[in-house]
């Protein structure tokens, strides 16, 4: 894994944590956009579960048995329709408008400041930097007995995707097989990669540190050994890192089958001996 000066500090992590029932924290504004919405919507529901279950409360005191032995003949009220009609449309409107927004925000960026290209495999991802000299390079799941002391077992990789901390990434998907799901749940990135497509959206990092994902489209024998990390720099950081990519990955040599070269290390990580 290649180094970067300054990371030994403390960094943000995005990664999920025993029994966690809540969303990740957010690491990014497309995150911190989902979270408000999300906060929102379980206001709405939860006072919508306490009026209902109110409401079915006093029902049950006020129009049991007991209380009416002659039940009401009353079929229709015309206000009562009216209300539960217009009220749940207007619930449905508040909730419509910032979800649409929210789509619109996710789906692209104006202003990139990074273009990365995205290409999914059966099973590993291959990361291409197109306004960056092309740097291209695979991304594979570290094996379990490859692990060193302190990494995440079915979330670490051999080559992280690295991009500057505060800048606009745009991301450009596709696959070469099946469908896969670039996701990561801290920076509140996800979009299909599917074959012959190429599908964009975007994402900001706003401090120093390491996000884990993984694909969440099931694709495959191998579908839970595709974990991905995106690794945040600084600026600095991040052109001394493209310096010493330029050199590391221009010097891998050309495969003449990809399939087979992948073999083994797909073997490797699902544990398989050969």
Not at 75 to 80: F, I, K, M, R, S
Request: one cysteine or more; glycine letters at 4%; proline letters at 8%.
């Amino acid at each position: 894994m290649m180094s970067i000066p300054g990371l030994a500090l403390a960094q943000a992590i995005g990664a999920p944590k025993p029994w966690e029932i809540d969303m990740q924290p957010a690491f990014g504004p497309l995150k911190q956009q989902q979270i408000w919405l999300h906060d929102l919507v379980l206001v709405i529901i939860t006072l919508i579960t306490l009026f209902v279950a109110a409401l079915l409360g006093w029902v049950m005191w006020r129009y049991n048995a007991r209380r009416n032995p002659v039940p009401s003949r009353t079929a229709h009220h015309t206000v009562l329709e009216i209300a539960w009609t217009v009220i749940p449309v207007l619930i449905l409107v508040v909730m419509a408008i910032p979800s649409f927004r929210l789509v619109y925000y996710e789906d692209r960026t104006r202003d990139a400041d990074l273009t990365v290209k995205v290409i999914a495999h059966q099973w590993y991802w291959e990361y291409n930097y197109p306004d960056k000299n092309n740097i291209d390079f695979s991304s594979y799941m570290i094996p379990d007995d490859q692990l060193k002391p302190g990494q995440r077992r079915m979330l670490e990789v051999d080559n992280q995707l690295v991009v500057p901390v505060g800048k606009n990434i745009r991301v450009l998907q596709t696959s070469t097989d099946v469908i896969h799901s670039w996701f990561v749940p801290s920076l509140g990135v996800q979009r299909y990669a599917i074959p012959g497509r190429t599908i964009e959206t975007w994402f900001k990092v706003d401090k120093p540190g390491v996000f884990y994902g993984e694909c969440n489209q099931i694709c495959g024998t191998n579908h839970s050994r595709m974990p991905i990390v995106v690794r945040g720099v600084t600026p600095q950081e991040f052109d001394a890192w493209l310096n010493e990519a330029k050199t590391k990955f221009s010097d891998a040599a050309p495969v003449a089958d990809p399939a087979k070269a992948s073999e083994p290390r797909l073997l490797a990580a699902a544990g398989v001996q050969h």
